[in-house]
C-alpha cells in the first residue's frame, strides 16, 4: 500500500502508474486547491473504473484506490466524515 499526497494535478498519472503495477494507494487531497482536488478524483474514477479498480471516500479529502485484484468490505459512515466536513467549503 502506497500513501500520496499530490501537490498537483500533474500527480494523478503517478497514482494511475502505480495501480497499473496492482498497487493500493491512498490519496490525501490536503495539499491541493479544491479544484485540483475535484479534477484529480474526476481523473481517477475514471482510470480506476477502465482498470477495473475501485476508488472509496475514506476521510475528509481521503480517497483509497485500488486494483481490481483488492476487495473492498464494510463503509465508513458518512455522518462521521460529515461532522467533519461541516466546517470547511471543501465538499470532495
Avoid at 494511475?16 to 475535484?38: D, I, M
Wanted: charged residues 30%; glycine residues 6%.
Amino acid at each position: 500500500m502506497l500513501l500520496i499526497e499530490p501537490r498537483a494535478f500533474s500527480e494523478a498519472q503517478d497514482i494511475l502508474t502505480h495501480l497499473k503495477k496492482r498497487v493500493t494507494v491512498v490519496v490525501n487531497l490536503g495539499r491541493v486547491t479544491s479544484e485540483q482536488a475535484k479534477r484529480i478524483i474526476d481523473y481517477l474514477t475514471g482510470a480506476t473504473s477502465a482498470l477495473e479498480g475501485s476508488i472509496e471516500k475514506i476521510g475528509h479529502g481521503i480517497f483509497l484506490c485500488t486494483p481490481n485484484n483488492v476487495d473492498i468490505e464494510g463503509r465508513i459512515s458518512e455522518e462521521t466524515t460529515a461532522k467533519k466536513e461541516k466546517n470547511t467549503e471543501v465538499e470532495w
